[in-house]
């Protein structure tokens, strides 16, 4: 069983940048495919950003490409995500997926473990 602790949320202005951390606990290991979802009020969850435990092989959505980076230090266990250049529409709860399987999925339902999920407000 894994535990999935993501931090880093907060307020800020359009433009600006955030770095949202997640930390896995238990049966951990390198191993394990971690991926960034968000949910804006209303919507479904969607797929951000994911990288692969197996080769750090990385999947970006579209919304993500050039302006967010997903970053994996094992040393410390754990998966960062740098964002920049926020815009009003990143604005959402951002949660941290693991799942065992070393493949990528780009749907919620295919993701064994979540977390609490961290808040992202961007003010125009």
């Known amino acids: 069983h894994v535990q999935l602790q993501a931090s880093g949320g907060g307020l800020v202005q359009a433009g600006g940048s955030l770095r949202l951390s997640c930390t896995p606990s238990g049966r951990t290991g390198s191993r394990y495919t971690l991926a960034w979802f968000r949910q804006a009020p209303g919507k479904e969850r969607e797929f951000v950003v994911g990288?692969?435990?197996?080769?750090?092989?990385?999947v970006y959505a579209d919304s993500a490409k050039g302006r967010f980076t997903i970053s994996r230090d094992n040393a410390k266990n754990t998966v960062y995500l740098q964002m920049n250049s926020l815009t009003p529409e990143d604005t959402a709860v951002y949660y941290c997926?693991?799942?065992?399987?070393?493949?990528?999925?780009?749907?919620?339902?295919?993701?064994?473990?979540w977390g609490l999920g961290t808040l992202v407000t961007v003010s125009s």
């Open positions: 990288i692969l435990g197996s080769d750090s092989s990385v």
């Open positions: 997926g693991a799942r065992e399987l070393p493949k990528m999925s780009l749907v919620p339902e295919a993701w064994t473990y």
